[in-house]
Nanobody, 127 residues
Framework: QVQLVEAGGGLVQAGGSLRLSCTSS????????MGWFRQAPGKERELVAA???????????YYSDSVKGRFTISRDIAKNTGYLQMDSLKPEETGIYYC?????????????????WGQGTQVTVSS
């Protein structure tokens, strides 16, 4: 049974940093594409960052324009865990952050492409 569990959310001031983790069981993160989505209050869930399956130089990443240069998606194969490092956070980035995974090649940018989802972790950025 596949399970994704997010952690690392919390309350942070604008300009601060958080690192979210997505611990996986029932799958090997190196064999799955992964993504981080955000759902802000009253809005639809949107992709923040994604990483392709694989390891080393073959791995590709994607970032939404709004987070490019501030967020970093990564994966620790030994720990079977994905991460989202978020720096210079803004109040409008408040929301529930979800990790998702799918056994597929390439960068997956839509919700429907992902097979497995975590329950989400709340991130609140105060101004």
């Amino acid at each position: 049974q596949v399970q994704l569990v997010e952690a690392g959310g919390g309350l942070v001031q604008a300009g601060g940093s958080l690192r979210l983790s997505c611990t996986s069981s029932g799958l090997s993160v190196s064999n799955y594409a992964m993504g981080w989505f955000r759902q802000a209050p009253g809005k639809e869930r949107e992709l923040v960052a994604a990483i392709s399956w694989g390891w080393g130089s073959g791995v590709r990443t994607y970032y939404s324009d709004s987070v490019k240069g501030r967020f970093t998606i990564s994966r620790d194969i030994a720990k079977n865990t994905g991460y989202l490092q978020m720096d210079s956070l803004k109040p409008e980035e408040t929301g529930i952050y979800y990790c998702a995974a799918a056994r597929a090649q390439g960068i997956l940018t839509t919700e429907g492409e992902y097979d497995y989802w975590g329950q989400g972790t709340q991130v609140t950025v105060s101004s």
